[in-house]
């Protein structure tokens, strides 16, 4: 699982990157799970958990921007 502080270094484009690849797995592992192929089934809830802290960690970011554009009107 990707640790908040690993993220947190990230820019805004790498996240979004890292967003539609853990999206993308996510798709998969589901697909998986619907068939009864899934070897791991704890994968789908880290996904699940890492995507939660990017979307997290990007709704932060841009209500900092967005306070820090109020301050500057």
Do not use: C, H, W, Y
Not at 25 to 47: I, Y
């Amino acid at each position: 699982m990707a640790a908040i502080d690993d993220l947190k270094v990230k820019t805004d484009d790498q996240l979004q990157q890292e967003l539609l690849e853990l999206k993308r797995e996510q798709f998969n592992l589901r697909f998986q799970s619907a068939t009864n192929q899934l070897e791991k089934p704890s994968r789908v809830r880290v996904v699940r958990k890492t995507i939660a802290k990017i979307k997290t960690l990007q709704n932060q970011r841009g209500r900092e921007q967005a306070a820090k554009a109020q301050g500057e009107i």
